[in-house]
Nanobody
Framework: QVQLVESGGGLVQAGGSLRLSCAAS????????MGWYRQAPGKQRELVAT???????NYADAVKGRFSISRDNAKNTVYLQMNSLKSEDTAVYYC?????????RGKGTLVTVSS
């Protein structure tokens, strides 16, 4: 059974930082492309950042220069370091694992940025 479990969300003031973690089980983590998505209230889910199995990064324009995605294959974990947070970063953040048509998503962790 595949499980992606996010943690690290919470309430932070604008300009602050948070580090999200996503622990994966039930998959061969190192061969999966991993990503973070978010969904703000009343908005569609959007891509935040991805990291391929070869550690190639991709970021949404809205977070470039502020967020950093990384992975630790030994721990089956992907991270999202979020700096200089803004109120518009408030959302539920979801971890995603994908490979050749198979895709899995976690239940999400809430990030609230107060201005």
């Amino acid at each position: 059974q595949v499980q992606l479990v996010e943690s690290g969300g919470g309430l932070v003031q604008a300009g602050g930082s948070l580090r999200l973690s996503c622990a994966a089980s039930g998959i061969i983590f190192r061969i999966f492309d991993m990503g973070w998505y978010r969904q703000a209230p009343g908005k569609q889910r959007e891509l935040v950042a991805t990291i391929t199995s070869s550690s190639i990064f991709n970021y949404a324009d809205a977070v470039k220069g502020r967020f950093s995605i990384s992975r630790d294959n030994a721990k089956n974990t992907v991270y999202l370091q979020m700096n200089s947070l803004k109120s518009e970063d408030t959302a539920v953040y979801y971890c995603n694992a994908a490979r050749y048509g198979s895709e899995y998503r976690g239940k999400g962790t809430l990030v609230t940025v107060s201005s």
